[in-house]
């Protein structure tokens, strides 16, 4: 009897609540709320390297009103000025390391480079350089590098100094047999890869291209990290990525490396 009484003023108190407009709305497809919360599951995290040079683009990259993750090549004229400006406007900062390509010179790298032939002294040496060349440095990509990232002896190295220094390892994929991923979930290294190059061709057609494409993995991941630069074509880098921002921020986000990273590093696919 109690239990029926029970039922009876619920069933009261609801029609009261329904009356007056308060009925909560159901978090279904394309309503507002739903919309919200979808919008705050896209996120997209944009790299920029070669920074350390004087390259040009360098000041219209910094000034884009996003957080970006800058990567700053060690040893070079403008490496501490670009790594300062970088933290000063709150992007995250991260050392671009020369690593050894499959073809190219290696007088390409710049100085301070991580090359087959060194010894493990030599390439755990280099590593805590480079790290200590970057000021605000939270974590470490590779410029160039396809021949170095297929290579476990070195990445390792280069991983377990990452790890010491508490930096993230971002792999820049410029190779598919890159062994990064792995590595690092073996080791326990935070770790995120890029997915998209915005300008592997430096022309607006091109970049604008590939940030649709950027767009299109984040709305089906979830995410999505892309690499682009300064340099030859930084200047139009940055003008279409401010084009960008206005899309992007219909149904996402961006954020630094340091929010997008996986504190984990996941199992590479295979």
């Not at 073809?103 to 200590?132: F, N, Y």
């Not at 999505?224 to 340099?231: D, Q």
């Not at 960008?244 to 590479?268: D, L, N, R």
């Amino acid at each position: 009897m109690l239990a029926y009484k029970k039922s009876i003023i619920l069933c009261f108190l609801l029609l009261i609540v329904a009356s007056r407009g308060f009925w909560i709305t159901p978090v279904t497809a394309n309503t507002p709320m739903h919309e919200a919360m979808m919008k705050k599951q896209k996120k997209v995290s944009l790299i920029i390297d070669d920074f350390g040079n004087n390259m040009s683009g360098t000041e219209e990259i910094l000034n884009l009103p996003i957080p970006l993750t800058v990567a700053v090549m060690p040893f070079l004229p403008s490496t501490k000025k670009d790594a300062e400006m970088a933290y000063q406007k709150k992007h995250d900062v991260i050392v671009h390391m020369p690593m050894e390509p499959m073809r190219g010179k290696k007088s390409w790298l710049g100085p301070g480079a991580i090359t087959s032939d060194l010894s493990d002294d030599e390439v755990r040496k280099r590593i805590h350089a480079a790290i200590d060349d970057v000021p605000h440095a939270i974590g470490m990509n590779n410029h160039m590098g396809s021949k170095i990232t297929q290579n476990k002896r070195i990445m390792r190295i280069i991983l377990e100094v990452c790890k010491e220094r508490g930096l993230i390892y971002i792999d820049s994929k410029t190779s598919y047999r890159s062994i990064v991923g792995e590595l690092a979930y073996e080791m326990k290294v935070p770790y995120m890869e890029n997915q998209v190059f915005l300008d592997d061709i430096d022309t607006s057609s091109h970049i604008s291209k590939q940030l649709k494409l950027v767009s299109e993995k984040a709305k089906q991941e979830g995410k999505c990290v892309a690499i682009g630069h300064v340099g030859k074509g930084g200047k139009i880098v940055a003008k279409e990525i401010s084009s960008f921002i206005p899309e992007m921020e219909k149904y996402g986000e961006f954020v630094p490396a340091s929010q997008m990273v996986t504190k984990v590093a996941q199992p590479t696919q295979k």
